[in-house]
């Protein structure tokens, strides 16, 4: 016999309140199963993630691959006779779950509730005006410009130690939770499914070539236009990643200063990328806004991580514009509005949305190794 | 009256063109003696109907013959007032299903034979009025009854309502609040309210109410029954013109499910009622009665003894609903309360539907499909163990109270039981019945009828108590004439639907009384003047009709010998077709009649050309047999249908007397019987296959097959069974060879 389960209503109400307002409504007759794409053929899933729902099943619902598994396509939603939507119950519990697996838990509950909205964005603020004031900029100090007498950013606020301590610092404490976090998961996983394939790292190389290749979205047919803008995203996202990369390699190994010549590759490439970005999460927006009926709108945690990766992308473009025009008060501004973006980006990635590609991923790789997915490779050969 | 018959043969609808309209006139006018005899090429037209009319008026016919058509069409043209008519429906039978020309003719000719034989055997009844008063019985004061009450109060006519309780309302009383009537947009809970309904009844003027008082007798029949009312030891009689019954229900005894749940054992294990019963003393505070703690989480068991064969075998129809409105006593107010409701299914008929929906949108509200099987205690927690739920695994529920949602008992179960008993041990002898009688506590009866056939309303076996109404066409007339039974005592239903039990109650006690006064049959020959006067003088007080009467009209004196209640009858004629020495006969109806017709039906002398009589049931067999006509299917030329009134009124001298005249076969078409009877005599097709069943008797003394009379079911709607039972039938005749007396 399995444990006994005990229902608990209290976690069902969290997770009406996270978005999960359509929980009720199910009544179990399995239709978002049927037209699942990504649901494998045993066990299949969004059907009992309802019901473990509707019971409150904390440990049901979260030691489960299966509510990562799901990307949130909406066929189940678009389907639903009782309008029930599953897929926004599901979106409900994995924001639950980040919450409750990155720690720490304040800066969750600051991500999750737009009451902290200001307050999240205040303190990448404050941080940089403070840097602003100790360089003197508000008491009078004449902002530098480059070496060769152009507006220059890496004057403004050289990236050693005004960027790269604070940015290293985030990063460092994004990594660090998302270590705990995955760490967590991985071992609640583990405890509820056997893993039955040795080689993890295949696992993980299949799991790449999955998201890279993007086989997940493909299958959704509500709304068949997310594949390219989240794609887009994606792309862009590794693409600034790289320009981030090169960046660093002329900034400290060659020691070549920015702003570089807009043909070098690394502006090539960081431009490539930042129109992508700033497309694929326009089309994001007007996917989501045309299929709020069918699929549901989502929810404000959605819409925050929407929202910075805008910022991040338009402050970025806007400040290259600028700092090109040489419109000197307008472009430091937009380039301390494009730091203040990156920095809740990157601070807050282990508790906002963006978390959903670790614990995806890892969710994917652990599907793997316990072979959960074998009736949907058959689909996806079919 | 002298009589005088006028025969009136139609020659539209294709009967003139293949039917010899003459060589029938001359039949009619020489050999049947036939005083007038008139053909019309349509005789439904104005001209037609005249000409009986003119009849009518000038020649002083008043016995008619109408050959034509069926009686179930053209009803208004052929109504004449005053006069015997008789429809021979020559076009459906002999027109539409026979297929030569020649058998048309010979069809034609034996209908309108028998149709006139019908004629002169005819009396015109009179009808039978004696004095009555019109005003009703009704039994129960709760929500059923009152409504009733009102009901028939507010359409003029006096009402007598007896409660055994002291005050008015009955269950309704005890409820703390109830599912919303109207929309749920002003919430999901409703006051019971029941004052008004309270003050409209003790206030009205026509409506006398008798609180803590029972029926200590009723004797009579409707429009003169003798009602004995007793309160605090002193009794009255009075006379009532009709009865309605709503005595409701009873909470199944919760006792019994110890076992399964726990009752008794746990003190925080309670019924739906106790459940109710908390609420409304705490005001919607829900304590449990271990250690008065108000609960924040309650778990419901739904079918509690229900749906169970080995409890109650029946859904109760309102338990699902009073679960989901007493979960919204848990979580209404407090947020942070959970009602969890375990069904096996969630019955929510019709807009209840909506009620369902809102529970299941209430977040403090938990639905789940599954089965308890087991109930225990951890300090002072229940733990209710869950199977066969959608999670697909063994669960186990932590509450703080479980509420069992058991089912509906009518008040009628007990007396029955009682005498189901009683008749058993009879039945073993006279010293088990005294035995019975010494051993078992009697329980309280209610009516106290002083009929021959008991003291209750009778049941249905396989009814689980309720009282036995016809339900798939009369729900609110029980096999009592003038006694209707209303609410949870008929069927297990919720409030609203035993208001509208109690509006149509309320109409069919008004009905009653007032074709009682006019001296017509009650229901559901509602035109029926006729009834049935036997000739006692020949009565051998064998008392088959006392028994057999489905709606006890017949009571005996102390020699067995019969004494009719006619306003008990319903002219059903079983008792006719029950007598042995054939005394009972209607002015219009009677073994005489039938008899005579059977034996003019034309037996051909030939070997190959058989004849059959089929004895069919008017109600529904030959109606089917007319769809049948309508939808042309073709029947074998050997048949001659015959309508009785019902299966029950046939008599066994008739199948004896038509097999012997060389008659080939007797075919017989009744209703449905047994649990889902479709009779609407209830009993009649039932008592008919049971006086076959000693027709081997006759068989036997006459030396013929067994299977030369048989007889089917046919439900209203099954007419295409009618050919094939006919062919079917038709091919054992073959089978069996000529009937020997052939010729005779």
Not at chain 1, 160 to 183: E, H, Q, R, S
Request: hydrophobic share 40%.
């Amino acid at each position: 016999m399995d444990k006994p389960v005990r229902p608990d209503l209290q976690f069902a109400k969290e997770i009406i309140k996270a978005g999960g307002e359509s929980l009720k409504k199910c009544y179990q007759c399995s239709t978002c199963t049927v037209v699942c794409s990504l649901a494998p053929e045993d066990n299949p899933f969004p059907r009992k993630e309802m019901l473990y729902a509707q019971w409150g099943l904390k440990e049901k619902l979260y030691k489960n691959p299966d509510i990562w598994l799901c990307h949130h396509c909406g066929d189940c939603t678009a389907y639903c006779p009782r309008g029930a939507k599953p897929g926004e119950v599901l979106g409900a519990v994995r924001k639950l779950m980040i919450k409750d697996y990155s720690p720490p838990k304040f800066l969750a509950n600051w991500v999750a509730d737009p009451k902290y909205l200001l307050l999240i964005f205040l303190i990448p603020i404050l941080l940089f005006m403070g840097e602003l004031f100790l360089l003197g900029y508000f008491s009078g100090t004449e902002i530098p410009r480059g070496d060769n007498g152009e507006m220059a950013y890496s004057a403004f606020l050289p990236a050693v130690p005004w960027i790269d301590l604070p940015f290293m610092a985030v990063a460092g404490f994004a990594v660090i939770c998302f270590y705990l976090g995955v760490k967590k998961y991985w071992l609640d996983l583990a405890s509820q499914y056997e893993i039955k394939r040795k080689d993890i790292y295949n696992c993980i190389y299949e799991t790449i070539k999955d998201i890279l290749l993007h086989k997940k979205f493909q299958l959704c047919t509500t709304n068949k236009s997310r594949y390219s803008a989240h794609i887009l995203v994606l792309y862009a996202f590794i693409g600034l990643g790289i320009t981030t990369g090169i960046a660093a390699f002329y900034e400290w190994v060659l020691h070549w200063k920015s702003p570089y010549p807009q043909t070098n590759i690394v502006k090539i490439i960081g431009n490539i990328s930042g129109i992508a970005l700033i497309v694929g999460i326009f089309l994001v927006i007007v996917n989501r806004s045309k299929n709020a009926a069918k699929q549901g709108i989502g929810s404000y945690f959605d819409w925050l991580l929407i929202f910075i990766i805008a910022g991040v992308g338009v402050t970025g473009f806007l400040a290259q514009l600028l700092r090109l025009a040489e419109i000197e008060t307008l472009g430091y501004a937009s380039y301390v509005a494009h730091l203040v973006f990156v920095f809740t980006l990157f601070t807050y990635a282990p508790h906002s949305k963006m978390a959903h590609m670790v614990y995806r991923a890892t969710a994917m790789v652990f599907a793997k190794a316990a072979l959960r997915e074998e009736g949907v490779k058959k689909q996806e050969a079919a | 009256m002298e009589k005088k018959i006028g025969l009136y043969i139609c020659k539209g609808c294709g009967i003139g063109d293949v039917v010899n309209t003459e060589k029938i006139v001359n039949i009619a006018k020489n050999a049947l003696r036939v005083p007038v005899v008139a053909e019309s090429d349509v005789l439904c037209s104005k001209e037609g109907v005249d000409l009986i009319k003119k009849d009518i008026a000038e020649q002083g016919v008043n016995s008619i013959v109408i050959a034509g058509c069926s009686p179930r069409v053209k009803t208004e043209e052929f109504n004449f007032p005053g006069c015997f008519v008789e429809r021979v429906p020559v076009r459906e039978l002999a027109i539409w299903t026979i297929e030569t020309d020649e058998e048309k003719q010979l069809a034609a000719e034996d209908y309108i034979k028998m149709g006139v034989i019908k004629a002169q055997k005819a009396d015109i009844p009179e009808p039978y009025v004696i004095e009555i008063v019109k005003n009703v019985l009704v039994v129960g004061g709760g929500v059923s009854g009152m409504t009733a009450a009102l009901e028939v109060a507010n359409c003029g006519y006096e009402v007598v309502l007896v409660e055994k309780e002291s005050e008015l309302g009955g269950f309704a009383r005890k409820l703390y609040k109830k599912v919303p009537t109207d929309d749920y947009s002003k919430g999901v809970l409703a006051d019971v309210n029941l004052e008004p309904l309270i003050n409209n009844v003790t206030t009205h003027p026509k409506i006398k109410v008798y609180t803590s008082s029972r029926i200590e007798k009723i004797d009579g029949q409707p429009g003169d029954f003798d009602v004995t009312i007793s309160k605090n030891g002193s009794s009255e009689t009075i006379k009532i013109g009709a009865i309605i019954q709503a005595t409701g229900w009873k909470p199944y005894d919760a006792k019994k499910l110890a076992k399964k749940y726990g009752y008794g054992k746990f003190k925080d294990v309670v019924t739906n009622f106790e459940f109710e019963e908390i609420a409304k003393n705490n005001n919607g505070v829900i304590k449990r009665p271990s250690d008065q703690r108000v609960v924040t989480s309650v778990l419901f068991i739904q079918c509690a003894g229900q749906r169970d064969s080995e409890h109650i075998p029946y859904c109760s129809g309102m338990c699902c609903t009073t679960s989901l409105k007493q979960a919204r006593y848990v979580t209404d107010g407090n947020p942070d309360a959970a009602a969890m409701i375990i069904y096996k299914d969630m019955r929510t008929p019709g807009k209840l539907e909506y009620y369902y929906k809102e529970a299941q949108n209430t977040p403090g509200v938990m639905l789940a499909k599954g089965e308890v099987t087991a109930i225990r205690e951890e300090y002072d927690k229940l733990i209710v163990t869950v199977e066969d739920s959608l999670l697909g695994q063994k669960t186990d529920i932590e509450t703080e109270m479980v509420v069992l949602a058991t089912g509906m008992v009518p008040t009628t179960k007990e007396p029955q039981d009682y005498l189901i008993g009683l008749s058993q041990a009879a039945a073993k002898g006279d010293e088990e019945k005294a035995k019975y009688l010494e051993t078992t506590k009697k329980p309280e009866f209610i009516l106290n009828l002083g009929y021959r056939q008991g003291p209750e309303l009778p049941f249905l076996e396989g009814g689980f108590g309720f009282v036995d109404s016809n339900f798939i066409c009369f729900q609110y007339e029980t096999r009592r004439t003038g006694i209707y039974a209303i609410g949870p005592v008929r069927q297990p239903m919720n409030m609203t639907e035993a208001q509208e039990d109690a509006r149509g109650a309320a109409l069919k006690a008004i009905q009653c009384i007032e074709h009682v006064a006019k001296g017509i049959a009650v229901h559901p020959r509602a035109w029926d003047t006729s009834f049935p006067e036997p000739n006692l003088t020949k009565c051998t007080a064998c008392k088959r009709c006392t028994e057999e009467c489905p709606f006890g009209a017949i009571d005996e004196d102390e020699k067995g010998i019969p004494f009719y209640k006619p306003n008990r009858c319903r002219r059903c004629g079983t008792c006719m077709g029950a007598c042995p020495e054939r005394i009972v006969a209607f002015k219009d109806y009677n073994v005489d009649m039938l008899g005579t017709m059977m034996k003019n039906v034309s037996v051909p002398s030939e070997d190959d050309k058989p004849r059959i009589i089929v004895l069919c049931c008017e109600n529904d067999a030959f109606p089917a047999t007319e769809t049948a006509a309508l939808k042309r299917l073709k029947l074998d030329p050997a048949v001659r249908f015959i309508q009785l009134r019902c299966l029950g009124s046939m008599n066994l001298v008739w199948i004896a007397d038509a097999l012997s005249r060389g008659v080939d076969g007797m075919l017989l078409l009744g209703c449905k019987f047994g649990e889902n009877y479709q009779c609407h005599f209830a009993k009649g097709s039932e008592l008919a296959k049971y006086r076959l069943g000693k027709v081997q008797e006759t068989l036997d003394r006459l030396q013929l097959e067994s299977d030369r009379v048989q007889m089917f079911e046919l439900a209203i709607d099954e007419y295409w069974r009618v050919p094939q039972i006919i062919n079917e039938f038709m091919d054992k005749i073959r089978e069996i060879g000529p009937n020997p007396f052939k010729g005779f």
